[in-house]
């Protein structure tokens, strides 16, 4: 039923908590050097100071391709999940080779590498009383997909209404059991920002795509 599944969508122009209408994710979101994470800011009752919101991590992500062209066996796609400056946590990496070298898969990917770092993180017991984790991401398609279609997705058995089956099904349902899993003790939601929020998650993608050597498309040797 529908009341009964979690809300993903993260739209902090629609809650009071997080200041006036005209506030930006970059004020919103504050990296934290002694914990190695970024922390959403908000007012959490009336009357009280700007401050981190308890138990909550900010993980932005970004996937890109150069060709975008599942034809063009020069192209290349790359994803990267930033943390903060000089995290140790943030990573970046290619698409594998017998993958879609699209953007929207690269967007997906860096969605599930960043799964992937929380369920480390989980396991290893940094996150023991930990309430939420929010994906930071531009990709409206990758946030749609994760926090709106998937539930007509996965009770039609990943196929659309036409009756074909849903493009990257195998790695959304993948990542949907990801998910699922995690929500079992904290949330997990999708904020989707303009791309010149993003930057950093993006210069990671970059980073990733220059050091491509086998790319048509500005790699290096």
């Given at each position: ?17 997080y200041g006036r ?98 369920s480390k993180m ?24 994760l926090s709106e ?73």
């Amino acid at each position: 039923m529908e009341m009964d599944r979690p809300r993903r969508n993260f739209n902090p122009r629609k809650t009071r908590r997080y200041g006036r209408q005209t506030f930006e994710p970059e004020h919103l979101v504050k990296y934290s050097p002694k914990w190695q994470y970024s922390r959403l800011y908000n007012f959490p009752f009336p009357g009280a100071h700007w401050q981190p919101r308890m138990r909550t991590i900010v993980i932005a992500v970004d996937g890109g391709s150069r060709g975008n062209n599942r034809a063009d066996p020069n192209s290349r796609a790359g994803w990267g999940v930033y943390f903060g400056p000089n995290c140790y946590r943030n990573s970046c990496g290619l698409l594998d080779r017998n993958a879609p070298q699209t953007s929207s898969r690269a967007e997906l990917e860096a969605v599930r590498q960043a799964l992937m770092i929380v369920s480390k993180m989980q396991k290893s017991g940094e996150l023991d009383g930990w309430r939420e984790i929010i994906i930071k991401l531009d990709s409206d398609y990758v946030s749609r997909a994760l926090s709106e279609w998937i539930w007509s997705w996965e009770q039609n058995g990943f196929m659309t209404r036409k009756g074909k089956p849903v493009e990257h099904g195998t790695v959304i349902r993948g990542m949907n059991e990801s998910i699922k899993k995690l929500e079992k003790e904290m949330a997990v939601r999708f904020w989707r920002v303009g791309r010149e929020y993003n930057r950093e998650a993006d210069s990671l993608v970059n980073q990733a795509l220059d050091d491509a050597s086998d790319s048509g498309y500005g790699g290096s040797d």
